[in-house]
């Protein structure tokens, strides 16, 4: 991996949520890019951000009980203006609704890390 995928990668390794910031229209950006998508600049900055969001969709991925159990996949609007994919923990995955309040956290999976999200 390399580039602003990288970048991000490695922020989360240390234990921290950056998103790129466009330094053009002021606009937070994600998933990592090279240049902004709304005006184009590659002005583009990483910020630490707060990692407060609100479920802004949900479902429940059901498996064969062989491949584990049923787990919640989610989308989140972070303050910032932008929308991760992940999960909410903590709670069976059916209780996750929209509009619920959540923040972020970085764990590890396979030894490697990535977002989820905790209620707020």
């Not at 992940?86 to 030894?111: C, F, H, N, W, Y």
């Amino acid at each position: 991996m390399t580039g602003p995928d990288a970048q991000y990668a490695a922020y989360l390794e240390a234990g921290a949520l950056h998103i790129q910031q466009c330094g053009g229209c002021g606009r937070y950006v994600f998933f990592p890019r090279i240049l902004c998508p709304y005006c184009g600049s590659d002005d583009l900055t990483w910020r630490q951000v707060s990692g407060r969001g609100t479920v802004y969709a949900t479902t429940v991925i059901r498996r064969r009980p062989e491949q584990g159990p049923p787990y919640n996949l989610c989308m989140v609007d972070l303050e910032e203006g932008v929308r991760l994919t992940s999960r909410v923990e903590g709670l069976a995955p059916e209780d996750v609704e929209i509009g619920m309040s959540v923040t972020a956290r970085i764990t590890k999976q396979d030894g490697e890390p990535f977002v989820v999200f905790d209620l707020a």
